[in-house]
Nanobody, 119 residues
Framework: QVQLVESGGGLVQPGGSLRLSCAASTSIFNIGTTGWYRQAPGQQRELVASRTSDGSTNYADSVKGRFTISRDNYKNTVYLQMNSLKPEDTAVYYC?????????????WGQGTQVTVSS
């Protein structure tokens, strides 16, 4: 079982920045797809950004130009750099790794980290 641990959340003012980290217990981010999701109170979980093993990225329209997903294979860590934060970015952010390893599908989630954007 692979464990994903997010960190870096917190309280930030509108217009500020945060960088979320997601550390894996083993090398998993170099295969499959890695994603950052978020869930606001009373809302469904939504995809914020994703990155495939070949480096292709995808972003929700609401964060394009403000958020960047990146990966450090040596540290088994993925990041979500969030700039120009808005109150509507407030949510619990989750890291996800999904794909197939040795022919077996996997789908791992972290415990989530709270991001609050407020003055």
């Amino acid at each position: 079982q692979v464990q994903l641990v997010e960190s870096g959340g917190g309280l930030v003012q509108p217009g500020g920045s945060l960088r979320l980290s997601c550390a894996a217990s083993t090398s998993i981010f170099n295969i499959g797809t890695t994603g950052w999701y978020r869930q606001a109170p009373g809302q469904q979980r939504e995809l914020v950004a994703s990155r495939t093993s070949d480096g292709s990225t995808n972003y929700a329209d609401s964060v394009k130009g403000r958020f960047t997903i990146s990966r450090d294979n040596y540290k088994n860590t993925v990041y979500l750099q969030m700039n120009s934060l808005k109150p509507e970015d407030t949510a619990v952010y989750y890291c996800n790794a999904a794909g197939r390893r040795w022919g077996v599908p996997y789908d791992y989630w972290g415990q989530g980290t709270q991001v609050t954007v407020s003055s």
